[in-house]
């Protein structure tokens, strides 16, 4: 947890509080007891941390947005490949230009 907690900036109570508040982060702990945080959990922990902090959003604001990211037909941003991505906003370019010339 103390690794995790510097990469993160989050002191660990912070941590065992999130880990009661949000069901999809669990880390695993080892026969010692120790939390073992897998990439995706961390990454998770950056994903409520930018929600709350930079966003603004509240907890359970926090919790519809994670919801909905794990619903099976959910788009994100994150979900779609960069060079899709980059496509479909050169199309949006060109379509914008193509309707201001109308």
Not at 6 to 31: C, D, F, I, Q
Not at 50 to 67: H, I, Q, W
Not at 68 to 94: C, G
């Amino acid at each position: 947890m103390g690794e995790v907690s510097k990469l993160t900036g989050l002191a660990p109570h912070v941590l065992r509080s999130w880990e009661k508040n949000y069901a999809n982060l669990n880390p695993k702990k080892n026969s010692a007891g120790n939390r073992a945080y897998k990439e995706s959990e961390i990454e998770l922990i950056f994903k409520i941390k930018e929600l709350l902090e930079e966003k603004k959003y509240t907890s359970a604001g926090v919790k519809k947005v994670l919801k909905k990211e794990q619903e099976p037909n959910s788009v994100t941003k994150a979900s779609i490949p960069s060079d899709v991505r980059r496509d479909l906003n050169e199309m949006k370019v060109f379509l914008t230009n193509l309707l201001e010339k109308m």
